[in-house]
T-cell receptor
Framework: TQLLEQSPQFLSIQEGENLTVYCNSS?????LQWYRQEPGEGPVLLVT?????EVKKLKRLTFQFGDARKDSSLHITAAQPGDTGLYLC?????????????FGQGTTLQVKP | DADVTQTPRNRITKTGKRIMLECSQT?????MYWYRQDPGLGLRLIYY???????NKGEISDGYSVSRQAQAKFSLSLESAIPNQTALYFC???????????????FGAGSRLTVL
């Protein structure tokens, strides 16, 4: 069974601090995605990483896909209150042509002003 | 209007009642999904559909049923609700997979169901 484990599960920091969220698996994934979910809303895609070792940047957010394609990280520089939310990593299930995604349990981030 | 609309947004019901959650989309996507979200458990797939005639069970389908009335409509039913079905339910859509195989989901805003 493919599993995605996220750490930490909860993170409360002050505005301006840096943080990293991890998404790990013992399985190889053809791609991994990161979503952000705000209260009262559904998850929204932030990025998809496809190539092992790939690094993508989205303003203050940096996403990395591990060389072996078993893990990914999300680094936020100088966090702001607007970054508060639930961050979810997701990857295709074992039969990837079904389009099903497996989700990690999520990391709840709170950025205090 | 939202690309994926879920109704109702909130519902409180009693054990044993039949509940239907509805989802409609304007994305023109073939694939539709129902997920359940519980704190600390992430999102778990209940059912998914590739087109009107193709319905598939997800990892936690027991106690649920679905109907794909049209390409744009996918409803989730709880025939006899029980308290452990209290959760936040999300409908999502996706297009056919691209060359990379990366599947991108567009989610609705969620339906919060409480079963007393």
């Amino acid at each position: 069974t493919q599993l995605l484990e996220q750490s930490p599960q909860f993170l409360s920091i002050q505005e301006g601090e840096n943080l990293t969220v991890y998404c790990n698996s013992s399985s190889v994934f053809s791609s991994l995605q990161w979503y952000r979910q705000e209260p009262g809303e559904g998850p929204v895609l932030l990025v998809t990483v496809v190539t092992g070792g790939e690094v993508k940047k989205l303003k203050r957010l940096t996403f990395q896909f591990g060389d072996a394609r078993k893990d990914s990280s999300l680094h936020i520089t100088a966090a702001q209150p607007g970054d508060t939310g639930l961050y979810l990593c997701a990857g295709p299930g074992s039969r990837s042509n079904t389009g099903k995604l497996i989700f990690g349990q999520g990391t709840t981030l709170q950025v205090k002003p | 209007d939202a690309d994926v609309t879920q109704t109702p947004r909130n519902r409180i019901t009693k054990t044993g009642k039949r509940i239907m959650l509805e989802c409609s989309q304007t994305k023109g996507h073939d694939r539709m999904y129902w997920y359940r979200q519980d704190p600390g458990l992430g999102l778990r797939l209940i059912y998914y559909s590739f087109d009107v005639k193709d319905i598939n069970k997800g990892e936690i389908s027991d106690g649920y049923s679905v109907s794909r009335q049209a390409q744009a409509k996918f409803s989730l039913s709880l025939e006899s609700a029980i308290p452990n079905q209290t959760a936040l339910y999300f409908c999502a859509t996706s297009a056919r997979l691209g060359v990379s195989g990366a599947n991108v989901l567009t989610f609705g805003a969620g339906s919060r169901l409480t079963v007393l």
